[in-house]
């Protein structure tokens, strides 16, 4: 079950589980460029390493499983999305340990996680 759920204010980002990155069909010669495909609706499943250098244009939303190695990590994963001076959302899911990890890189991050409780989780409207 859900321990932590946090939210961080203005980033947005995506992250969990997978080896490979996704096939998608490609219009542009840089292989992880999407932004020319539709992301209506659209989750991708990744881990931190194949995260780096995803371009997906309108990723609203990033949701994160577990705390990433780091600062560095998470703000590659996180960057996924609030890009182009839009408004992203980043949601961690994170054990009572990983949390206090994650508060220790607000100042660092400039961030501010913001713990919702299971209830809160339900009226978002994500």
């Known amino acids: 079950m859900i ?3 946090r939210r ?3 980033a947005s980002g995506l992250g969990e589980s997978s080896s490979s990155t ?3 069909p490609q219009k542009s010669t840089n292989e992880n460029d999407t932004s020319s495909t539709n992301t209506e609706g659209y989750v991708l499943v990744c881990n931190e390493d194949s995260v780096r250098g995803l371009h997906l244009d309108g990723l609203d939303y990033v949701i994160v499983v577990g705390r990433p190695r780091g ?6 994963i996180a960057g996924r999305t609030g890009r182009a001076g839009k408004r ?3 949601v961690n899911v994170v054990s009572f340990e ?3 990890a994650l508060t220790s890189w607000e ?5 501010e ?9 339900m009226e978002e409207d994500f």
């Open 3 to 5: 321990e932590v759920l």
């Open 98 to 100: 990983q949390a206090a």
């Open 22 to 24: 996704p096939s998608l």
């Open 113 to 121: 996680f913001i713990p919702l409780d299971e209830e809160e989780v």
């Open 88 to 90: 992203g959302t980043v």
């Open 8 to 10: 961080v204010s203005g």
């Open 71 to 76: 600062p560095d990590e998470y703000t590659h």
């Open 107 to 111: 100042k660092m991050l400039d961030v």
